[in-house]
């Protein structure tokens, strides 16, 4: 079965610096998204990407955060100058289409540690 | 604005039900999902219901939708210890893009 996969699975940064976590979603998918979950905290979104450029974004997603699909395959997150608040389970999700009852499949999730 | 809201914890003996609990806020959602979180994995979807529906049972899986008070549940008959898991509750509206989630419910079955 198709899946979407992340790496890396855990990211250690130091506060300041940049990261971009990676994704690759399903091939035949059309529609991306980001979501994020702080420890013990609930599952949030951040963006949604479609026709490369952003069709949704929460209000976490700041100028600190953008996205990019710099080739057929990758999804990439970057997160210009990290924050510790910014630690948290990362997880990319790829679908064929924007209908909501179309299954959303998720990536294992990246684990990023802002010290 | 939209919230949902889960218990965090729930214990259940093997073989028993399990009935896991859900409210949300947001009049317009459209749609509503279980999603099941095993340790190290990403979000599995279960099973979703429409909102002009009140059930749908999926094999062991129960979604029941009280519209009125806006309260999902999920039961899990004759829960094994394969079903602990994280299960998360979430809902979103047509057309939208973006999934609101629960915080999620800690199922422990004990054998």
């Known amino acids: 079965e198709p899946e979407v996969t992340q790496t890396p699975s855990h990211q250690v940064t130091q506060m300041g610096q940049e990261v971009i976590l990676r994704c690759v979603p399903i091939s035949n998918h059309l529609y991306f998204y980001w979501y994020r979950q702080i420890l013990g905290q609930k599952v949030e979104f951040l963006v949604s990407?479609?026709?490369?450029?952003?069709?949704?974004k929460s209000e976490i997603f700041d100028d600190q955060f953008s996205v990019e699909r710099p080739d057929g395959s990758n999804f990439t997150l970057k997160i210009r100058s990290t924050k510790l608040e910014d630690s948290a389970m990362y997880f990319c999700?790829?679908?064929?289409?924007?209908?909501?009852?179309?299954?959303?499949?998720f990536g294992p999730g990246t684990r990023l540690t802002v010290l | 604005g939209e919230d949902v809201e889960q218990s965090l914890f729930l214990s259940v003996r093997e073989g028993d039900s399990s009935v896991i609990n859900c409210t949300y806020t947001d009049s317009s959602s459209t749609y509503l999902y279980w999603y099941k979180q095993e340790p190290g994995a990403g979000l599995q979807l279960l099973t979703y219901?429409?909102?002009?529906?009140d059930m749908k049972q999926d094999q062991r899986l129960t979604v029941l939708l009280n519209k009125k008070d806006k309260h999902l549940s999920l039961r899990i008959a004759d829960t094994q210890t394969g079903d602990s898991a994280i299960y998360f509750c979430?809902?979103?509206?047509?057309?939208?893009?973006?999934?609101?989630f629960g915080a999620g419910t800690r199922l422990f079955v004990k054998a």
């Open positions: 999700a790829s679908r064929t289409s924007g209908r909501t009852t179309d299954t959303q499949y």
């Open positions: 990407f479609y026709n490369n450029e952003i069709s949704e």
């Open positions: 979430a809902e979103s509206r047509a057309g939208g893009f973006k999934t609101i």
């Open positions: 219901i429409f909102s002009n529906m």
